[in-house]
């Protein structure tokens, strides 16, 4: 079986342009991004020109209308993250972040001039954007954020840190949440804005082949052009998270998905006691039981983008799917590697760097305990979390 997922036959349940996306994609990354990715991810870096590529093959904002994006439907967008992050979690951050958080807070907040200037450079990947929500004291409970703006004069002057935040330094425009004395609001700072300044984070045992830095604002000075209109409240950064949530639980299955499949193709030549190893019962019941759980994932992603595309879908049930999918994922990286042996430490495969890139995913965009509390709200309607 090439896929694991035609145990189901899941792959009958899209339609022609559906598949046609995801194997576009998925060729484009098998010629010119999967050879490096294991080298990208022991450097610890992320090619900036990557972007433009990204960019021609039209996944930047893909799922946005108008300003040079693709519009495409959310299972289109899904199976492309899926894709993305087979080859490897980075490189489906970057487009996650640059397309669901960056894009999308200027498509769906901005003003008509901020989606000009912006929208069509960051869908070609001229430009690269990042989105600042998270600070180094608050990750979970962003209302309780410290960066304020304020209002002087005509203008509005910022102070104050962001912190693990993707395509930091590669951005050249940050979407940035601070606290103003009417709630939170959104602000567009272009790199080399006086005051405004990144740090990438080094020595990371995950996420390598992504750029994380911090932000850092100090006396930033922005006219009100900068500020997003439409963004009035807390409520707005949440929406642009779950958004890129959605790309998560599609996301996962890929690297399950890829895990799984690296562990299938080896247990069929690797060779002990005169045998592969896929011939004994204990390899076959850890690669039926883990085939089982990425179908599954995959089912519940399917089932949320068509949620999604009929404008139905709720917050809590994103957050089903994030938690679902990545813990199923991490499960799947770390059970595959166990099949691969001593060889399943080395980059030339791809579980163990698929698990320690998961266990970032594990926590960003909502930890999974967040995303539990979360349900059990939907669940009670109670708050556990306040």
């Not at 990204?54 to 199976?79: I, N, P, Q, R």
């Not at 989606?115 to 430009?127: H, I, N, V």
């Not at 404008?311 to 049930?317: F, I, M, R």
């Amino acid at each position: 079986m090439q896929d694991p997922l035609e145990l189901l036959d899941i792959p009958s349940l899209l339609g022609d342009e559906e598949r046609d996306i995801q194997a576009t994609v998925a060729a484009y990354l098998s010629d010119h991004v999967r050879p490096h990715i294991a080298s990208w991810f022991e450097a610890g870096i992320l090619p900036r020109e990557l972007a433009r590529e990204l960019g021609k093959l039209g996944v930047l904002g893909m799922h946005l209308e108008g300003y040079g994006c693709a519009g495409t439907s959310a299972l289109a967008y899904g199976l492309a993250c899926l894709e993305l992050e087979a080859v490897d979690s980075g490189i489906r951050s970057f487009v996650s972040v640059q397309g669901s958080l960056s894009m999308y807070s200027i498509w769906k907040y901005g003003s008509e001039e901020q989606k000009q200037e912006w929208l069509p450079r960051l869908a070609a990947g001229e430009a690269i954007g990042c989105f600042g929500l998270t600070e180094p004291d608050f990750g979970s409970n962003p209302s309780g954020m410290r960066t304020r703006a304020v209002r002087d004069g005509a203008d509005w002057v910022l102070n104050g840190t962001k912190m693990w935040i993707t395509n930091g330094g590669l951005a050249d425009v940050a979407t940035v949440w601070a606290r103003t004395e009417d709630g939170i609001r959104g602000f567009l700072v272009p790199r080399g804005t006086p005051g405004f300044s990144t740090r990438d984070v080094k020595q990371k045992l995950s996420m390598r082949a992504s750029v994380t830095s911090e932000l850092v604002l100090e006396d930033v000075r922005l006219p009100e052009s900068a500020r997003l209109p439409l963004a009035t409240s807390l409520r707005a950064p949440l929406t642009c998270l779950n958004e890129a949530r959605f790309g998560i639980v599609f996301g996962a299955v890929g690297a399950a998905r890829d895990s799984l499949q690296a562990a299938l193709d080896y247990s069929g030549t690797r060779i002990q006691f005169d045998q592969p190893i896929a011939s004994f019962q204990l390899t076959q019941r850890k690669l039926a039981s883990m085939t089982v759980q990425v179908s599954n994932a995959m089912l519940l992603a399917l089932h949320l983008a068509r949620l999604k595309e009929a404008g139905t879908l709720k917050p809590e049930q994103i957050s089903v799917g994030k938690y679902n999918n990545v813990e199923s994922a991490i499960a799947i990286a770390r059970e595959s590697r166990t099949i691969l042996g001593a060889n399943g430490i080395s980059l030339e495969y791809s579980p163990l760097r698929h698990a320690n890139n998961l266990e970032s995913v594990l926590t960003y965009e909502g930890t999974s305990d967040i995303h539990l509390l979360s349900i059990g709200h939907a669940l009670t309607g109670i708050a556990a979390f306040r």
